[in-house]
């Protein structure tokens, strides 16, 4: 009774930690090391894992070796860099409490409980687009945490309106809705099981998210919801007979015509310094990746050394450097700050990822492959993994696609 009652309260502070992925910024520090609520969700988690695992002496499961490693090449990085203080809270928050979280998932769940993990995050979802949402209305504002920084002012005024929610900036607002709305539809099925009107008041959040996602002004974000609504679309379309057929590719072309006019609001909107700025981050970087190619420069210190090699570039020093807190490029960050292994197995992790949800099939395979192929996309315009939220997501993923991999309870 006692094992099962602490391996209950186990899966039960994982299950909040997932609803807490988007409220990182509730910081507090415990015994002088920073943190904050959803930390330590997952540490209350670990904890309980650790005794009933030991009273039970169960067999623990680690999936794969790709993550460990991936896990150890960041930890030798952050030895490597300049500012080990910042680098180390770095590993901390974006790379071992993401892997732990992931252990902890595909230990303390099945298969079968896969499509009950999209609760929390429809719930999270649901908080986060009503924020949002409001915020559009005037009637939420700036938080405490965010009004520090005067360039977020901007983004509330009349002439350049972008939502931001409760994060620090549009694009980080969009990095959490895309690939959460994804992962929140399983919740559909267990709406459809209860009573209509509760069905369509369920379905609120996620209108209320595309429309966020739209305020954003994020035109990667837009671009990759688009890419993988369409991914989902298709997979989908397969299966579909006579009238459902008709009505799922009409929906197709609208979808496509209204993201075209929203990008193309976006683009002809004035943002060409925005564009220019990005290019010459794309280009530091690169320069940065040429000098050095195989260890990079250091787990945390892209703005330092981009500082370094742009003092000749008064503009820039002026203008972007403040807002160069990462190269704007998934796939470039990577290899900047934990170098061209660190790259190779974050690559290998996604490769494998996506063979196991080839091999299944199934509708949460492609809703699983949807979530992270918007992550990709998107990682394209936005660094999409470096950051608290997205680093959760990004290992909740990776996790419930080795659960969805499993043999079923029933084949056991």
């Excluded at 899966?11 to 930390?39: G, H, Q």
């Excluded at 005024?157 to 992962?183: I, Q, T």
């Excluded at 399983?186 to 996602?213: E, N, R, W």
């Excluded at 197709?252 to 002809?268: D, H």
């Amino acid at each position: 009774m006692k094992k099962n009652f602490l391996r209950s309260l186990s899966k039960a502070f994982l299950f909040t930690s997932i609803f807490l992925i988007p409220f990182y910024f509730f910081r507090f520090s415990l015994l002088n090391i920073p943190t904050n609520v959803y930390e330590i969700a997952v540490l209350f988690s670990l904890v309980f894992f650790c005794c009933f695992s030991f009273l039970e002496h169960s067999k623990i499961k680690f999936g794969s070796v790709w993550p460990y490693l991936f896990l150890f090449v960041v930890f030798i990085s952050a030895l490597f860099s300049i500012d080990k203080v910042n680098a180390f809270g770095i590993f901390k928050g974006w790379f071992l409490v993401p892997v732990i979280f992931y252990f902890l998932i595909i230990n303390l769940f099945n298969r079968e409980e896969v499509s009950k993990l999209s609760v929390p995050v429809y719930l999270s979802l649901a908080v986060i687009s009503v924020w949002s949402y409001l915020q559009s209305l005037g009637i939420f504002g700036l938080l405490f945490y965010q009004k520090n920084d005067p360039s977020l002012l901007g983004y509330l005024s009349k002439e350049n309106f972008r939502l931001l929610g409760p994060f620090e900036s549009p694009n980080y607002l969009a990095m959490f809705l895309v690939p959460a709305l994804f992962l929140a539809l399983p919740m559909l099925t267990y709406l459809k099981s209860g009573k209509k009107p509760f069905y369509y008041l369920g379905l609120i959040p996620f209108g209320l998210a595309v429309f966020d996602l739209c305020m954003t002004g994020s035109r990667g974000g837009i671009l990759a919801f688009s890419l993988a609504f369409l991914a989902l679309l298709v997979a989908k379309f397969k299966h579909l007979k006579g009238q459902a057929k008709k009505i799922t590719l009409s929906l197709a072309i609208v979808f496509i015509l209204l993201v075209g006019f929203v990008l193309g609001g976006q683009t002809f909107g004035g943002r060409s310094g925005s564009d220019s700025s990005r290019m010459s981050i794309y280009n530091y970087s690169l320069e940065l990746i040429y000098k050095n190619p195989f260890l990079g420069i250091g787990l945390g210190d892209f703005q330092t050394k981009i500082k370094d090699i742009s003092l000749s570039d008064s503009a820039f020093q002026t203008q972007t450097l403040p807002f160069a807190l990462h190269p704007h490029n998934l796939f470039l960050a990577l290899w900047l700050n934990v170098g061209l292994a660190g790259l190779v197995l974050f690559l290998i992790i996604i490769i494998n990822l996506f063979l196991r949800l080839k091999k299944e099939g199934t509708v949460i395979s492609v809703i699983l492959f949807s979530s992270m192929l918007a992550i990709l996309a998107q990682g394209l315009f936005d660094t999409t993994y470096f950051k608290n939220d997205l680093a959760a997501l990004f290992w909740l993923i990776i996790a419930l696609s080795v659960l969805q991999n499993e043999k079923s309870l029933s084949e056991n």
